[in-house]
């Protein structure tokens, strides 16, 4: 299925993650670069969030006040838009792109994250670049009738039960990881359910998909190669997923 | 599914739920004996270790205490072992590091040391032959040449274990 076939009006997506992993200098503290990089993505992104490592020690002694040692790390920071639905993260080991529901198309998000990149490879000077990720995060509510759902008018792949008429389904978590043989591109593929809404179940389908290999952080033509050629599989697994009975759902 | 429970840079409620569901699946895992028991042990000896050398001057000669960040890393290192390839005996280091070795004899031995951050640095003896180096460990995979240098150490140079 190509990337125009996939344009739904009513895509489930609740979210997409663009991360670019990183080698950093060997002597990088990220919390150094706190002041500098909220000057630069405040004009967009005027809100942070910092994303702690958070440490508690306890330590015992006999006839002794127990002692409580907490140590905090930063392990990224988090830049969002004034509604919160976009954000650029800088992380200690990389750069990510996070774009929460609504979502329009990836190619409205390009100019952007190429932006942005730009912005964290100045500020961060990561030395190569060493995976490049593409996640999509989807949520679907399959219809059930009298509590039950046919798994199978909806998902090509996934969960069976061994006996199908004295057993009905309450959870499931089905996970499959591969490579795609032309590229190497790997993909993480995740489907699970949560707690029954009314006469809906929901279905979290999170779609994963990386390349490896080291490049310059300069070089966007190399990496934007990449994520088009992620967008192609992650396209492809979730049209390989779903059936067309629930892809109309989303019509 | 060990990787994907540890999470990634997603914050949506969705992503959350379903790293949950997949850290369920790999604790039940982990409290398998067949599944898991050798690693198991392991990491119960390296916590082990580290809480005995969790004070400063755990040495009397003023080491610095094991830093609880390397024992997460060291417990990750070990979560990514290929369950071919041996495991290494523990040994704190006067930094705050731990130290992870495979040792065939006094002359056949690899030691890496594993500290705060993805640096690994690693040492080799091969009778009269020596190396070192260092290498990144994501958390995730291990270095294709940290592998092939435990296994040439330890398999007498069969090495047949690839990286993940």
């Given at each position: 299925?190509s990337?125009s076939e996939?344009?739904?009006p009513?895509?489930?997506?609740v979210e997409?993650?663009l991360?670019?992993?990183?080698?950093?200098?060997?002597?990088?503290?990220?919390a150094?670069?706190?002041r500098?990089s909220?000057d630069?993505?405040?004009d967009?992104?005027?809100?942070?969030?910092?994303q702690?490592?958070?440490?508690?020690?306890?330590?015992?002694?006999?006839?002794?006040?127990?002692?409580?040692?907490?140590?905090?790390?930063?392990?990224?920071?988090?830049f969002?838009h004034?509604?919160?639905?976009?954000?650029?993260?800088?992380?200690t080991q990389?750069f990510?792109f996070?774009?929460?529901?609504?979502?329009?198309?990836l190619?409205?998000?390009?100019?952007e994250?190429?932006?942005?990149?730009?912005?964290f490879?100045g500020?961060?000077?990561?030395?190569?670049?060493?995976?490049?990720?593409?996640r999509?995060v989807?949520?679907?509510l399959l219809?059930t009738?009298?509590?039950?759902v046919q798994?199978t008018d909806?998902?090509?792949i996934?969960?069976?039960?061994?006996?199908e008429?004295?057993?009905a389904?309450?959870?499931?978590?089905?996970?499959?990881?591969?490579?795609?043989?032309?590229?190497?591109?790997q993909?993480?593929?995740v489907?699970?359910?949560?707690?029954?809404e009314?006469?809906?179940?929901?279905?979290?389908?999170d779609?994963?998909?990386?390349?490896?290999?080291?490049?310059?952080?300069e070089?966007?033509?190399?990496?934007?190669?990449?994520?088009?050629s992620?967008?192609?599989?992650k396209?492809?697994?979730f049209?390989?997923t779903?059936?067309e009975?629930?892809?109309?759902?989303?019509? | 599914?060990?990787?994907?429970?540890?999470?990634?840079s997603?914050i949506?409620?969705?992503?959350?739920?379903?790293?949950?569901?997949a850290?369920a699946?790999?604790?039940?895992?982990?409290?398998?004996?067949?599944?898991?028991?050798?690693?198991?042990a392991?990491?119960?000896q390296?916590?082990?270790?580290?809480?005995e050398?969790?004070?400063?001057?755990?040495?009397?000669?003023?080491?610095?205490?094991i830093?609880p960040?390397?024992v997460?890393?060291a417990?990750g290192?070990v979560r990514a072992?290929?369950?071919?390839?041996p495991?290494p005996?523990?040994?704190?280091?006067?930094?705050?590091?731990?130290?992870?070795?495979w040792?065939?004899?006094r002359n056949?031995?690899?030691s890496?040391s594993?500290?705060?951050?993805?640096?690994l640095?690693?040492?080799?003896?091969?009778?009269a032959?020596?190396?070192h180096g260092?290498a990144?460990?994501?958390?995730e995979?291990?270095?294709?040449?940290?592998?092939e240098g435990?296994?040439?150490?330890?398999?007498?140079?069969?090495?047949?274990?690839?990286s993940?």
């Amino acid at each position: 299925m190509s990337a125009s076939e996939l344009r739904l009006p009513n895509a489930p997506i609740v979210e997409a993650v663009l991360d670019i992993g990183c080698d950093m200098p060997p002597a990088f503290d990220l919390a150094a670069l706190e002041r500098p990089s909220r000057d630069r993505f405040r004009d967009q992104y005027p809100k942070l969030r910092m994303q702690f490592i958070h440490e508690t020690k306890i330590e015992t002694h006999p006839d002794a006040t127990p002692q409580m040692s907490v140590r905090h790390g930063i392990q990224a920071f988090q830049f969002l838009h004034a509604d919160e639905k976009q954000l650029v993260q800088l992380r200690t080991q990389g750069f990510s792109f996070n774009r929460l529901a609504p979502y329009t198309s990836l190619d409205d998000y390009l100019p952007e994250i190429e932006r942005t990149w730009r912005l964290f490879v100045g500020l961060a000077k990561p030395v190569q670049i060493r995976v490049v990720q593409l996640r999509y995060v989807n949520r679907i509510l399959l219809p059930t009738v009298a509590g039950r759902v046919q798994l199978t008018d909806y998902l090509k792949i996934g969960p069976r039960l061994p006996d199908e008429e004295r057993l009905a389904f309450v959870g499931f978590l089905n996970q499959h990881a591969a490579v795609e043989t032309d590229t190497g591109n790997q993909a993480n593929i995740v489907l699970t359910t949560q707690p029954q809404e009314n006469d809906k179940l929901p279905i979290i389908f999170d779609n994963c998909v990386a390349s490896a290999g080291t490049a310059e952080p300069e070089d966007w033509p190399w990496i934007l190669a990449r994520i088009l050629s992620l967008r192609a599989l992650k396209n492809r697994i979730f049209g390989n997923t779903l059936t067309e009975r629930c892809l109309n759902l989303f019509q | 599914m060990n990787v994907y429970a540890r999470g990634g840079s997603a914050i949506s409620f969705e992503a959350q739920a379903a790293q949950k569901a997949a850290t369920a699946v790999v604790e039940s895992a982990e409290r398998s004996q067949a599944l898991f028991g050798e690693k198991a042990a392991a990491i119960s000896q390296l916590r082990a270790l580290a809480n005995e050398c969790a004070e400063q001057d755990w040495d009397g000669n003023e080491a610095s205490a094991i830093d609880p960040l390397a024992v997460f890393m060291a417990e990750g290192f070990v979560r990514a072992m290929p369950d071919s390839l041996p495991l290494p005996e523990f040994a704190p280091e006067p930094d705050g590091s731990i130290s992870l070795d495979w040792i065939q004899s006094r002359n056949r031995l690899f030691s890496l040391s594993v500290g705060t951050n993805h640096r690994l640095a690693y040492a080799w003896v091969d009778g009269a032959d020596k190396g070192h180096g260092v290498a990144r460990f994501d958390g995730e995979r291990l270095p294709r040449r940290v592998i092939e240098g435990i296994c040439e150490i330890m398999n007498h140079g069969n090495a047949t274990i690839g990286s993940r």
